[in-house]
């Protein structure tokens, strides 16, 4: 049986979506946040050398990645159940996506994380208002810049598709809600991606989705 090494709060949340889409029997092995660092614990490395999430083992097999093991499940598991276009249009849309989450998405998002988190940081008094004044330039000058050109790409996207690979629900929509979600928490005023903002509810509303919610615990982005 496939096991999701899950983490709170995490991009793992979206594999367990992907297996109830698949209706694939399995289990789900628990790690929680430091509270203080954010980070994942250190048993995590007993399952994967990097040790971070998502990661699933399935027998001898140990996949780590998002979109390598949305890519595995779908493959092994997805006969049937959910689209995978093999060509045209649609594939070289599905491939673009699959790698925009990760590859293009989700680096500013982080980044925005981390500038934050240094601004609220125990540091010498004389020293944060630099460090502030620093973090707040490459905010402002770089990293929302960077967020908003991705999230304005996206809109017009979804304006014209009723899913990111066209027509069809594909592994593509499993990998970009978790930035989606996450970068929409970002910005100031959502109401001006209002394409984003329902696909969001659509994938929000759906049975699977919910029912993964369910199973994987707190998780602060979905609403």
Known sequence: ?????????????????????LKVPYKIKRYERDSKTFLAPKELKDVHPLGKSPVITDGESTIAESGAIVEYLINNYGKDKISHPKEGKDYEQLIYWMHFAEGSMMPPLVMKLIFNRIKLSPMPFFIKPIA???????????????IKDNLNFIEAHLNKNEWFSGAQFTGADILMIFPLEAGIERIKDNSVYPMILNFIRKVQSKETYQKALTKGGKYDFAH
């Not at 709060?9 to 297996?19: A, E």
């Open 1 to 21: 049986m496939i096991t999701v090494h899950h983490l709170n709060n995490s991009r793992s949340q979206r594999i367990l979506w992907l297996l109830e889409e």
């Open 132 to 146: 502030k004044k620093i973090a707040n330039t490459v905010i402002k000058s770089y990293i929302d810049p960077n």
